[in-house]
């Protein structure tokens, strides 16, 4: 009679397996990257963007809601004051401000040691202002082309669209951080020592359970105030939720189990066998849930912040983008508020995505 050996795989062996099984899902591998592209985009910001100005704030009222690849003379005035020069993580992280003031022009010539210029007024030429200029305050005369052309206010468009990726991705994470700590210390509590801890806990989930998500998001950032970090704490308090039942049903299911058993037998405190036997064994699905709360972030703050209540000017947002170009859909201006809304759309899609991807890769079942 034969008997055919038992083989055992290691934890690291399954995430390896689980690993190879999300990249072979073409659909969640196209997910993947898409959200690495966007994210390398978002870290390297103001190196990267045409307007490299704090918050990509720089206005050009006579520039008004310009098509894509407009393209204008610009006339670089040097500004009186010192210059400032800034070092490479500063400008990553802040960007720079300009040592010039930019002009947008139709025409210039020289006279001598001063430079004629005609202002542009978004007319014709010969339209424009005619001013002069000495040549010593002369930076530079260039050639500027707004790739997504301008909004109402008369900033770069894509330079906007950039650095309000950041906002984006930074509430996900940060949002999701919070949720995840609140979240498994309140689900493992519950499930891990049931009887009273597990009824005040659930009572608590419940109550919160029971609150409209954007109506309680609402009423922590009012009593918080309006802000980029107070947007960050409104949207982690209300997604602990999600991961605490999902905690405490997986620990429920595993309380039982032979390995908590001999944790117990051998003496080992509670919080060794939650934080390094259990865990370990609940954060796939924790990991599918956070990838869905990821995407539930950035909807929240992009509502937070169209109406008004969340990110606050001169900081971009997709969602303030989309409150302040939504008048131009009716006129011919409509992609100022459907480039953001694309952007919003492709992200929340990817993590979607990539949320389905692990939740087949984490699955044992399905093999």
């Known amino acids: 009679m034969f008997y055919k050996k038992k083989k055992y795989i290691s934890s690291a062996s399954i995430s390896a397996l689980a690993w190879r099984k999300f990249i072979k899902n073409k659909l969640s591998l196209i997910a993947f990257l898409t959200i690495i592209l966007i994210t390398i985009t978002a870290i390297l910001g103001y190196l990267i963007i045409p307007d490299s100005t704090p918050y990509a704030n720089e206005q050009y009222l006579e520039l008004t809601a310009k098509k894509p690849g407009f393209k204008i003379q610009m006339l670089n005035i040097s500004r009186p004051e010192k210059e400032q020069h800034t070092n490479f993580i500063h400008k990553m992280l802040y960007g720079e401000r300009t ?129 980029f970090w107070q947007v960050f704490i409104a949207v982690g308090l209300t997604m602990w939720v999600e991961v605490a039942r999902v905690v405490r049903g997986q620990i429920l299911s595993l309380r039982e189990k032979e390995f908590v058993e001999a944790g117990r037998a051998l003496g080992f405190r509670n919080s060794r066998i939650i934080f390094r036997h259990i865990l370990p064994n609940v954060m796939g699905a924790v990991i599918v849930i956070s990838a869905a709360n990821f995407a539930s972030a950035i909807l929240i703050e992009a509502g937070l912040s169209f109406l008004g209540i969340g990110v606050q000017p001169p900081m971009p947002s997709w969602g303030m983008m989309i409150k302040e170009n939504y008048g131009s859909i009716i006129l011919d201006a409509a992609y100022l508020a459907i480039l953001p809304g694309l952007a919003i759309m492709v992200v929340v899609l990817a993590f979607m995505i990539i949320g389905n991807g692990l939740r087949d890769a984490l699955d044992v079942k399905m093999e």
């Open 99 to 227: 040592n010039y003031t930019s002009v947008p022009i139709f025409t210039s010539h020289n006279e001598g040691n001063v430079i004629v210029y005609e202002t542009f007024t978004g007319a014709s030429p010969n339209d424009g202002e005619i001013k002069r200029v000495d040549r010593s305050k002369v930076v530079s005369i260039t050639n500027k082309r707004f790739l997504l052309g301008t909004d109402r206010f008369g900033r770069d468009e894509l330079s906007q669209l950039i650095i309000g990726t950041r906002v984006s991705l930074s509430v996900g994470f940060i949002s999701v951080l919070i949720s995840l700590v609140i979240g498994i210390l309140l689900g493992a509590l519950s499930g891990f020592f049931r009887g009273w801890v597990d009824n005040l806990i659930v009572w608590f989930i419940n109550v919160v359970w029971s609150i409209p998500t954007l109506l309680l998001v609402i009423a922590i950032t009012f009593a918080l105030g309006k802000g």
